[in-house]
């Protein structure tokens, strides 16, 4: 069963907000009033769409909050399911519609890379760069590679959908010549069991953590994206796409399979 556990917030968040990721298997709502969060978690994708709003109205009658009391709502807007991304989208409008507050729309692998972030400061840890890499589906990833600066993770350039065979790592790694012994490198994702045997060996200094986007990653993000102006009307709620097609044919699905036995039956 899905457990609502109020928390005090571990890096404080400035401002009232309302924030949900349904871009995953997992659903993920977060409030905060500028002191404290109140979070949940549940079934996300297509099983969200009959849960989610009664567990945003439940937890914001936990933190005693109404939403036009709030500075505006942070939603997950992928890349991700995508049904779990028609459903956010939708949700997030319809309330902010009602409420009279904007939205802000945060990619799913700079919450991903945030988590990851605040996870590996928790041990003392300090990756120079971040690689976010969820599950796509089809025999794919969604990669994005994140740099931290100040605290903050920047996007070195923006989400691709590649092969677990095809991740590169060249982005991150220092130029030739440079020494680079004492970086540490993260990759942080839910990709790590799916593709066990089809991810490329990781270089020296690389590590990596299991982790998805979730609520407490997009609370503290939030203040930051306000601030910066990424606060829109809520007729604006929209997802983000990388992939077109959200399915594959039968054909399609058996010339997948027929590729995938041929590269592992290749010689290394």
Not at 182 to 188: P, Q, R, V
Request: charge should be negative.
């Amino acid at each position: 069963m899905p457990t609502t556990v109020p928390s005090s917030a571990l890096t404080p968040t400035t401002g009232r907000f309302l924030a949900f990721d349904t871009s995953t298997d997992r659903m993920s709502i977060g409030v905060s009033d500028g002191a404290q969060q109140w979070l949940h978690e549940g079934a996300g994708g297509p099983l969200s769409s009959a849960t989610l709003i009664p567990a945003i109205l439940q937890l914001l009658a936990d933190a005693g909050l109404r939403l036009d009391q709030l500075d505006a709502i942070a939603f997950g807007r992928g890349p991700g399911s995508f049904t779990g991304l028609r459903t956010a989208c939708a949700v997030a409008q319809g309330l902010a519609l009602g409420a009279g507050v904007p939205v802000l729309p945060v990619d799913s692998l700079l919450a991903l890379a945030e988590e990851a972030r605040f996870q590996w400061a928790l041990e003392n840890a300090w990756p120079q760069t971040i690689t976010a890499l969820l599950d796509a589906r089809m025999d794919e990833m969604y990669v994005q590679h994140f740099r931290l600066n100040d605290g903050a993770c920047h996007a070195l350039a923006p989400c691709v959908l590649v092969r677990p065979e095809a991740l590169q790592l060249s982005t991150v790694l220092p130029a030739a010549g440079e020494t680079d012994s004492e970086t540490m490198h993260g990759l942080a994702g839910n990709v790590f069991e799916v593709y066990a045997t089809r991810l490329p060996a990781l270089p020296a200094g690389f590590t990596r953590l299991t982790a998805l986007p979730g609520a407490a990653a997009m609370l503290r993000l939030a203040p930051a994206l306000l601030a910066a102006g990424a606060a829109l009307d809520a007729s604006q709620a929209l997802p983000l796409y990388i992939r077109d097609k959200v399915a594959l044919t039968t054909d399609e699905r058996a010339e997948v399979k027929r590729q995938t036995l041929l590269e592992r039956s290749e010689p290394s």
